[in-house]
T-cell receptor
Framework: EAEVAQSPRYKITEKSQAVAFWCDPI?????LYWYRQILGQGPELLVQ????????DSQLPKDRFSAERLKGVDSTLKIQPAELGDSAMYLC????????????????FGSGTQLSVL | AQKVTQAQTEISVVEKEDVTLDCVYETRDTTYYLFWYKQPPSGELVFLIR??????QNEISGRYSWNFQKSTSSFNFTITASQVVDSAVYFC???????????FGTGTKLQVIP
């Protein structure tokens, strides 16, 4: 079965450094999500793409976080500079949903990137 | 704004007991979808079920069953005859809007004791 690929699996960085995460969704999935999950909490949406366009980044701390999906396929999430409070699991998910068809298919999740900021 | 509440933070049951996980949601949309996901210790979220707002029929899948009640905005999940392998964190999620914005609850950690 096709999977959502994420790398790296673990990342340790120092405060003020830059860090980047990569996600490759299931082939053909138009919608891609980045979620942040702090230990003991539920996933919180950071940014959502429809193909190469951002459709929701209302919860993305734009002073330090950026995300792109240039060709509407894989995506990169960057943090610069990293802060201690950024330590969390960063989850990528994809869905075959396209546009406003409201089919609301299930999300397929990757294994996540566990970030530790020291 | 959409919101999902899972009031139970942690539940412990002895193997073979039944357990119900509660989920209450808030939305202004008339068309929306509800989901349950399981997150085992390995960390990857696994889809369990999806229901749309027009289908209040309860569903059973093996030892799992779901009770959807629009009148109380609840979508509860019951595991019958729990097993150790059911130990995980369970998330309820709400999807609404044309672009399918998905909001998760804070999760319920279930521990099944042998």
């Amino acid at each position: 079965e096709a999977e959502v690929a994420q790398s790296p699996r673990y990342k340790i960085t120092e405060k003020s450094q830059a860090v980047a995460f990569w996600c490759d969704p299931i082939s053909g999935h138009a919608t891609l999500y980045w979620y942040r999950q702090i230990l003991g909490q539920g996933p919180e949406l950071l940014v959502q793409f429809q193909d190469e366009s951002v459709v929701d980044d209302s919860q993305l701390p734009k002073d330090r976080f950026s995300a792109e999906r240039l060709k509407g396929v894989d995506s990169t999430l960057k943090i610069q500079p990293a802060e201690l409070g950024d330590s969390a699991m960063y989850l990528c998910a994809s869905s075959p949903n396209r546009g406003r068809r409201r089919t609301n298919e299930k999300l397929f999740f990757g294994s996540g990137t566990q970030l530790s900021v020291l | 704004a959409q919101k999902v509440t899972q009031a139970q933070t942690e539940i412990s049951v002895v193997e073979k007991e039944d357990v119900t996980l509660d989920c209450v949601y808030e939305t202004r949309d008339t068309t929306y979808y509800l989901f349950w996901y399981k997150q085992p210790p390995s960390g990857e979220l696994v889809f369990l079920i999806r229901r749309n707002s027009f289908d209040e029929q309860n569903e059973i899948s093996g030892r799992y069953s779901w009770n959807f009640q629009k009148s109380t905005s609840s979508f509860n999940f019951t595991i019958t005859a729990s097993q150790v392998v059911d130990s995980a964190v369970y998330f309820c999620a709400l999807s609404e809007g044309g672009y399918q914005k998905v909001t998760f609850g804070t999760g319920t950690k279930l521990q099944v004791i042998p």
